[in-house]
Each structure stands twice: as structure tokens, then as C-alpha cells.
């Protein structure tokens, strides 16, 4: 695929993603994907895939159930797309959760083989609390 439909791919799965609809985005993510979320702080690590449904288990828990990031711009370059976003959620806590995102979608075959996050660190540890090392079971 060419970075043109890259980016509309992710256009695309954004739209559908803003209504709650996660199919589109599970049709074109490869079966290793993994999202790398940067930074410094105990929600900075690796996701691989077999530990990615107890991550977003955790993360929908923190929000009652359900999240929502709105994408507000795309770009994209050969393989990878990037997709600047902000998040419009309310924390169980009752506080405002609007962390900024830039995603970068890395495709691999016409498949999303990784995404990596970066974001407020801090502002998360604050409002979502620090990611228990539990979570994923590492050892």
C-alpha cells in the first residue's frame, strides 16, 4: 500500500473509531502488532499482542468501560502514518481526561504491525494512577 492509502486506511478506522466501531481497525492490525508507549513513567513499555487485551481491559476500566481519542490530523510517509489526537474521556474518578496524542502507525503488507504512543506521561500517572507491573503478568 502506498502512504496515500495508508493514511486513509487510518482515516478511515478514526472515523469509525470516534463512534465506538473497533472492526475496521481489528481487520487491518496484524497479528503481532504492538503498541510502544513512550516516555518514562510506569505507562511507558511494550504491548505485544498476546498481552494487548488485558491492557485495554485496564485502560477501559479506568473510564468506566469505554474510551474515545479524535484524531485531528493525519500525515503520512511511506510505511508509517501519523495521526495527532486527542482523547475526550471522563477518568471513574470523575476528572476530565483529555491527554494529546501523536500515534505513530508503523504497516507492514497493507497490516498496522505497531503503534507507538506518546503522550502526557504525567498528566496519565496523575489522573489514571500508576500501571500496576501486574497487569500484563510480566516476569
Excluded at 493514511?7 to 472492526?23: C, H, P, T, V, Y
Excluded at 497479528?31 to 488485558?54: H, I, N, P
Excluded at 495527532?84 to 470523575?94: C, I
Excluded at 500515534?103 to 498496522?112: D, M
Aim: include cysteine.
Amino acid at each position: 500500500m502506498s502512504a496515500t492509502d495508508n493514511k486513509a486506511l487510518m482515516q478511515a478506522i478514526f472515523s469509525r473509531l470516534e463512534q465506538g466501531d473497533r472492526s475496521l481497525l481489528q481487520q487491518h492490525t496484524a497479528e503481532e502488532f504492538r503498541v510502544v508507549v513512550m516516555g518514562r513513567s510506569s505507562w511507558s513499555q511494550t504491548v505485544t499482542a498476546d498481552s494487548l487485551q488485558k491492557y485495554q481491559a485496564y485502560v477501559r476500566a479506568r473510564f468506566g468501560g469505554s474510551w474515545r481519542t479524535v484524531a485531528e490530523r493525519f500525515m503520512a510517509d511511506g510505511d508509517l502514518v501519523v495521526v495527532e489526537a486527542r482523547g475526550d474521556n471522563y477518568a471513574t474518578s470523575g476528572e476530565r481526561y483529555d491527554n494529546q496524542y501523536c500515534l505513530v502507525y508503523r504497516f507492514e503488507g497493507g497490516k498496522i504491525v505497531e503503534m507507538r504512543e506518546y503522550m502526557d506521561t504525567a498528566f496519565c500517572e496523575r489522573v489514571l494512577g500508576h500501571f500496576p507491573s501486574t497487569v500484563l503478568d510480566k516476569q
